[in-house]
Structures are given as structure tokens and as C-alpha cells.
């Protein structure tokens, strides 16, 4: 297993430090054989070689199975032209991976349930993944643009596309996960009014036949909204397009009220993906030993479920971060009264040592 490791800009390089412990004590402990290699990206990149995705960056994560990505961006390169912004280096990869899937968990520890703006009985240990298409629909979609009518007023249009072949990529990844989890599956569509999304929801129909342990629902993406805040623990896993995923995945992420908590994963066709906390690099306290590392962590479960199918050693890492915080530890961003507050170091170690206390 080959693992690229990109630690990016700002805290990205103190919290993969710790990511790094988690896959180092697998590889020890418990027989992982993971190989990992350092690669330079985002503003870290445009430093050493003028550009957020350097050509030696680009040729280690495509020889790679798995990506380990940190955090891009910073304060030192927001006066830099946007083709060479450190944003612009995460978007090249995945485009050059061809990362179709985005999954986007809201995970809530019941331990953290205080965190959310939502009651903590509604939220209390909320558990739903959602797959958002990544590379097609209407942010990709062609004829686009701002055109001059004949009256003279500017109209702003944009085209929501999918083909049957997009549809039912996602879906069987959509499938395939819930398959890993509770075998329980929602498509978001809006099938009363757009038509693209009426063939949506019959190519999620189709597919929903080759998994007869899934049971399939579907509802209007304005009433996912609204459940969502409502009632979000009816759901397991959610999939739906680029932009309804867009949105709706933010929202489930807030519901935890941890950013510091939530990885993502990409992946494209065959399973390889890149692994990331959803958070930025937070300039504002980088190189204090105060970012929460368990984000990303958490990342690298869901790169040993889903790109090395180890559910075993997902868990594991898992289980480690919930005994963390049973035994009150807690990062600056999740402290509350009464618990011990401690730095990314230190977060790091006590999960390594939680993962080791269970042989
Ligand atoms: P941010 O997520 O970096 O920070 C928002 C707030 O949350 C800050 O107060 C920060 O200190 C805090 N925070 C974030 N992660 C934390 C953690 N792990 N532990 C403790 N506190 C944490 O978002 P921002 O401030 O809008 O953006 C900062 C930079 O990050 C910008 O350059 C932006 O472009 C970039 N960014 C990158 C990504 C990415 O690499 N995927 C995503 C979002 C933003």
C-alpha cells in the first residue's frame, strides 16, 4: 500500500504529523505495510517550485493508492494570481484523479453533543454519510455564462447536466456504501420539477437492483433540508448531485458544531481516493500546537475503509478517538468545562496509546 502524504499549508502540516503517528503505529502494531511518501502542495508547492501542484507531486499521488491531504492556503499567498493560488492545487488533483465521489460524513460524538445548535437528544450520536457527486452537473455544465438580451438586460444562465453513465457511477458508489454500513440509502433529487433529476431518480432505481439488501428511498432535496435539521438520525446514507450535495452536506456537517472532528474522502472509479479533514489550514493559530488532529485522524479511517477495505483497523482508529474523549481530553476547539484541555501533539499520542490500550 502506497500512501501520499501532502501536508499542505498552515496547520496542515502539524495535524498530518499525527495522522502520520496513527498509520505508523498500524504499520508497527498491527501489521498495516503501509509506505508512505511526503509530497509538496498548495502554498508549500508555489515556495519550492512556483506552482500549488508540482510536477513531482502530481507523478507520487498517481503512482499512489491512497492521498493524505492536510490543509492548503494561507495569508502569505492570497495576493498571488488565482492560477497559482494554493487552492488551485487541490483542485488540480482532483481533476487529474478524476475524483467523481465526494463523501462527506457528519459524525457526532455523544461525548461532543453539547457542540451542536441542535438539542443534543436530536443530535446525539448522529451518523450519516453523504455522496455528492464531485465532477459533473451544473457547476460543470455547458452552454454557461452572462449573455446580453435583446432588451438590453444582462441574463446569467447555467446548465444542469447529467448523463445516465454519471448517474449511475455515483449511484453504485453510493450502493456500495450504505452496503458497508446500515443498508440504508436516500436519494436527493427534485424530480416534481427538473427533468434531469426525474432521470436521477430511474437510473437510482435501476442500480438499486443489483443491491436488494439496500433499501432505496428518495426524497425532494427542499424536504432533505428540512430533515435534516428536523430529524437527522432517520438518515444513513444520502447521495445526490454536485450542487444539492453542495449544500446539504455543509448543513449535516454544522449539525456536529465540531470542525475540527469532520473528514471527506474523494474517490474515483476504483477506489482510490484523497483522504481530508473538511477544515482549511487556520492560519490564525498554525504553528501553536492548538489544531484538533482528529479530523484528519478520522481521515485516515475512512482511507482503510474505503480505499484498503480494512473496516477492522477503520474502527479501531475509531473506537481510539471516542475513549480520547471519554477520558475528557479535548483540543481548544471542543473544550468545555471540566474537561482537560491539551495541544495537536498531545491529542495525537493519546490516540495512538487508545489504539494500543485494545490489542
Ligand atoms: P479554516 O477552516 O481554516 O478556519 C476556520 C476557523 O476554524 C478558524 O478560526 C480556525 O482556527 C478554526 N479551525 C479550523 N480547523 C481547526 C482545527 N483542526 N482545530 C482547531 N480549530 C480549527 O477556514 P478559513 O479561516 O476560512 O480559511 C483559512 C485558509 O484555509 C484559507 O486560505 C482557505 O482558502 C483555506 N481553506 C482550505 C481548505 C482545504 O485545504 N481543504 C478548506 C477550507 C479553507
Redesign the pocket.
Known amino acids: 500500500m502506497k500512501i501520499a502524504i501532502l501536508p499542505?499549508d498552515?496547520?496542515?502540516v502539524e495535524?498530518m504529523a499525527e495522522a502520520v503517528k496513527v498509520i505508523e503505529c498500524l504499520n508497527s502494531d498491527f501489521s498495516l505495510n503501509a509506505e508512505m511518501e511526503n509530497g509538496l502542495v498548495?502554498g508549500a508547492g508555489y515556495d519550492a517550485h512556483g506552482h500549488p501542484l508540482p510536477q513531482e507531486t502530481l507523478s507520487l499521488v498517481k503512482e499512489a493508492d491512497a492521498i493524505m491531504?492536510g490543509?492548503?492556503?494561507?495569508y502569505k499567498w492570497?495576493s498571488l494570481d488565482i492560477a497559482v493560488r494554493?487552492?488551485k492545487g487541490?483542485l488540480g488533483l482532483r481533476s487529474e484523479l478524476e475524483l467523481f465521489s465526494n463523501l462527506r460524513p457528519a459524525i457526532l460524538y455523544p461525548q461532543l453533543a453539547d457542540a451542536s445548535s441542535l438539542k443534543p437528544e436530536v443530535v446525539s450520536g448522529l451518523d450519516i454519510m453523504i455522496v455528492r457527486e464531485l465532477t459533473g452537473g451544473i457547476y460543470f455544465g455547458q452552454p454557461r455564462g452572462i449573455r446580453t438580451l435583446e432588451d438590453g438586460q444582462r441574463q446569467g444562465y447555467n446548465t444542469l447536466v447529467y448523463s445516465e453513465s454519471e448517474v449511475e457511477r455515483i449511484g453504485r458508489n453510493a450502493f456500495d456504501i450504505a452496503m458497508k454500513r446500515d443498508r440504508r440509502l436516500c436519494s436527493v433529487d427534485k424530480a416534481n420539477v427538473l427533468e434531469v433529476t426525474e432521470m436521477w431518480r430511474e437510473v437510482m432505481i435501476e442500480v438499486s437492483k443489483d443491491y436488494p439488501d439496500v433499501e432505496l428511498s428518495h426524497m425532494y432535496v427542499d424536504n432533505a433540508a428540512m430533515q435534516l435539521v428536523r430529524a437527522p438520525k432517520q438518515f444513513d446514507v444520502m447521495v445526490t448531485t454536485n450542487m444539492f450535495g453542495d449544500i446539504l452536506s455543509d448543513c449535516a456537517a454544522m449539525l456536529t458544531g465540531s470542525?475540527?472532528m469532520l473528514p471527506s474522502a474523494s474517490l474515483d472509479a476504483n477506489g482510490k481516493g484523497m483522504y481530508?479533514?473538511i477544515?482549511?489550514?487556520?492560519?490564525?493559530?498554525a504553528g501553536e500546537n492548538?489544531?484538533?488532529?482528529l479530523?484528519t485522524i478520522l481521515s485516515v479511517a475512512m482511507m482503510l475503509r474505503y480505499t484498503f477495505d480494512n473496516a477492522d483497523m477503520a474502527k479501531r482508529i475509531e473506537d481510539a478517538v471516542g475513549s480520547v474523549l471519554d477520558q475528557g481530553l479535548r483540543?481548544?476547539?471542543i473544550t468545555s468545562d471540566g474537561m482537560t484541555e491539551i495541544g495537536t501533539a498531545e491529542m495525537g499520542d493519546a490516540v495512538v496509546a487508545a489504539m494500543r490500550a485494545v490489542k
Open positions: 499542505g498552515g496547520i496542515g495535524i498548495g491531504l490543509a492548503v492556503g494561507g492570497e494554493p487552492e487541490l470542525i475540527g481530508e479533514p477544515h482549511g489550514s487556520a492560519p490564525d493559530i492548538k489544531a484538533n488532529p479530523a483540543t481548544i476547539d
